[in-house]
């Protein structure tokens, strides 16, 4: 399996708790989310080969969507000029981060080797959010700690970050990254650019 994109820099304390072993049953609703995606992920890994990038794609976005809450995460992501922005500049945005996101899990997870993901069924509040704590567990055996930041959407729970080891913040980084493309040519640039992210995550597989 591929390396998988994650990204750097922000460091939420205590993010990990003791972890439970891969198939133990998580009752929290936002827990409950985290699973529904893993399963959905591993099923198109097992298939991977057979149903190639556009096809993981094609299988991934429904769920991607379902567990996400992938309007919210364009606005962080683009950070403080997203209020300065259209509204049909927003759409645009949120539809291709939208599938840059589901393009990066079709590719980073395009085989089936034996991986595990674990789920830690006790689940951390923060304020309005919750923490879910979970780990991939690699075909040589290497752990791999996530950490699903989560806030409810129209009372469903939804992801809005994503933490490698505890503290490195997916959407952080891709605001450091796209800062200059807004800078420089506004809602059009980033939108072209994350869709040309898509494009060369899909081209890939």
Excluded: C, H
């Excluded at 003791?18 to 985290?34: F, L």
């Excluded at 809450?69 to 950070?79: A, F, I, R, S, Y």
């Excluded at 979970?134 to 791999?144: C, D, K, Q």
Aim: proline content about 4%; aromatic content about 8%; hydrophobic content about 45%.
């Amino acid at each position: 399996m591929r390396k998988i994109w994650i990204a750097f820099v922000l460091i939420l304390a205590g993010a990990v708790p003791a972890m439970s072993q891969p198939g133990a049953t998580a009752t929290d609703p936002a827990a409950q989310q985290i699973s529904r995606f893993y399963a959905a992920l591993t099923d198109t890994m097992k298939q991977g080969r057979a149903l190639g990038a556009q096809g993981r794609f094609r299988k991934l976005e429904p769920t991607v969507r379902q567990v996400f809450d992938l309007p919210t995460m364009t606005k962080l992501t683009v950070g403080t000029a997203w209020s300065t922005m259209s509204v049909r500049d927003q759409q645009a945005l949120i539809a291709a981060f939208t599938r840059m996101t589901v393009a990066n899990y079709a590719k980073n997870f395009d085989t089936f080797s034996g991986e595990q993901f674990g789920v830690d069924p006790t689940v951390q509040t923060k304020g309005e959010d919750k923490l879910v704590s979970t780990r991939l567990i690699g075909a040589n055996r290497s752990v791999t700690p996530f950490v699903y930041r989560m806030r409810q959407v129209g009372g469903t729970w939804k992801v809005v970050d994503v933490f490698l080891n505890g503290y490195v913040s997916e959407l952080a980084t891709r605001r450091a990254d796209f800062a200059s493309t807004v800078a420089s040519g506004g809602a059009p640039a980033l939108t072209a650019k994350i869709n040309a992210l898509a494009d060369d995550l899909l081209k890939q597989g």
